[in-house]
């Protein structure tokens, strides 16, 4: 059964990504497509777009796009397996912060690397952004949508899921192919 | 003082795991496009666990760590009022409608997303879902390089190059900028 090999690596993947995930799932979309699209084959470039966008609609935090990604490689197994693995280890290092936090207060420390690190991770959500970007926008109608989209959530207060319902509507209507 | 013990004050009544389950159930199913709205909503406002001041104290810490914010939070909150019980209680309630429902989502996409006109609306919906990204990223980023233009924006910069132009596996990527960006932020003890 060649299934057992593929829950091993998403294990290990997922599990490595949850340790590097400063800002989050979106901070590492690049590298999970690389692992998931070029390193092991598991979907094509097309999936992994679509897996994402499932992600961002859906309710729930954005640990969802590795759900998505373990089911797609690997059935139910596998998604249970990407998340678990996702979560895990952070979740265990943010217990024992926490308890350490509770314990000896706030420490200039934390502060200090807080403040390093901010920069790093706006620069990967950025090449997240710009990451999907180049994956989604296949034409200059799709640009168009993403300008768009993002300019109603950086200025507007308006809920999200309605510029996703209205970028469904309009591809659905095939007026964006 | 006799705050000095706990960072979190103790909350009128306290939550055990299942009321920790229940409320962070809630949390998962509402957010679209951005949890932890509905988690600051929940904590402060809904249920009084957590005072305004301890909730953004205690958010800072989770975007300190690895790992998604929200689920970092909600292990420090389900730890602190009923220990791994509590943890596992509230990460649960959080994530499982959502497996669940992404889960179902993920099926139909599989099943129908090539038939008909249904790749047009997958097409629509991943260029919409980019955008969102870009309008994360601006507003992440727009504060930081206003308020540090010179220790900020240069790693800002180094690692979007590193990771989005140049494709670095993302580990040398964060082990060659991270001390580098934390020596330039550094300051005296303010």
Redesign the interface.
């Known amino acids: 059964m060649k299934g057992g090999g593929v829950l091993v690596t998403l294990l290990i993947q997922f599990a490595?990504?949850?340790?590097?995930?400063?800002?989050?799932?979106?901070a590492?979309?690049?590298?999970i497509h690389?692992q998931a699209v070029e390193v092991n084959h598991w979907m094509t470039d097309q999936d992994f777009?679509?897996?994402?966008?499932?992600?961002?609609?859906?309710?729930?935090?954005?640990?969802?796009i590795s759900?998505?990604v373990g089911?797609?490689a690997a059935g139910?197994a596998g998604?249970?397996i990407a998340?678990v693995a996702m979560?895990a280890?952070?979740?265990l290092?943010?217990?024992f912060?926490?308890?350490a936090?509770?314990r000896f207060?706030?420490s200039?420390w934390?502060?200090?690397?807080?403040?390093?690190?901010?920069?790093?991770?706006?620069?990967?959500?950025?090449?997240?952004?710009?990451?999907?970007?180049r994956?989604?926008?296949?034409g200059w109608r799709?640009?168009i949508?993403?300008?768009?989209?993002?300019?109603?959530?950086?200025f507007t207060k308006l809920?999200?899921?309605w510029?996703?319902a209205?970028?469904?509507?309009?591809?659905?209507?095939?007026v964006?192919? | 003082m006799t705050a000095?013990v706990?960072?979190?004050p103790p909350p009128a009544q306290t939550p055990g795991p299942k009321a920790l389950f229940m409320a962070f159930l809630g949390v998962?199913?509402?957010?679209?496009?951005?949890?932890l709205p509905f988690a600051r909503r929940m904590l402060v406002e809904q249920r009084g666990w957590l005072a305004d001041e301890a909730f953004n104290?205690t958010l800072?810490?989770?975007?300190?760590?690895?790992?998604?914010?929200?689920?970092?939070l909600s292990?420090?909150v389900g730890?602190?009022f009923a220990g791994?019980g509590g943890?596992l209680a509230a990460?649960g309630g959080?994530?499982g409608?959502?497996?669940v429902?992404?889960?179902i989502?993920?099926a139909l996409?599989?099943r129908y997303?090539a038939i008909g006109?249904?790749p047009?609306?997958?097409?629509?919906?991943?260029?919409?879902?980019?955008?969102?990204?870009?309008?994360?990223?601006?507003?992440?980023?727009a504060p930081?390089i206003r308020r540090?233009p010179l220790?900020?924006?240069?790693?800002?910069?180094?690692?979007?190059?590193?990771?989005?132009l140049m494709?670095f596996?993302?580990?040398w990527?964060?082990l060659a900028?991270?001390p580098l960006?934390?020596?330039?932020?550094?300051?005296p003890?303010s």
């Open positions: 490595m990504l949850s340790l590097v995930s400063f800002g989050g799932a979106n590492v979309i690049p590298e690389r777009v679509s897996l994402f966008a499932i992600s961002q609609t859906a309710p729930g935090p954005n640990v969802m759900t998505l089911w797609k139910l998604a249970l998340t979560c280890p952070s979740c290092l943010t217990f912060a926490a308890k936090w509770d207060g706030e200039p934390r502060a200090r690397i807080g403040a390093g690190l901010a920069p790093i991770t706006v620069g990967l959500v950025c090449a997240s952004a710009f990451f999907l970007t994956a989604a926008d296949t799709l640009a949508v993403t300008a768009a989209t993002a300019g109603v959530a950086y809920n999200p899921l510029c996703l209205l970028a469904a509507v309009l591809g659905f209507a095939g964006l192919g | 000095e706990s960072a979190a998962g199913l509402s957010g679209f496009g951005g949890v104290e800072a810490l989770c975007q300190t760590l690895p790992g998604p914010n929200i689920v970092n292990i420090v730890s602190r791994v943890a990460v959080l994530l409608a959502p497996v429902i992404v889960l989502l993920g996409y599989t997303g006109r249904l047009g609306l997958m097409m629509g919906l991943a260029a919409a879902a980019a955008g969102l990204a870009a309008a994360t990223t601006l507003k992440m980023a930081l540090r220790s900020a924006a240069p790693f800002i910069v180094a690692a979007f190059a590193g990771v989005g494709h596996p993302l580990i990527v964060l900028l991270a960006s934390v020596a330039a932020a550094w300051r003890r």
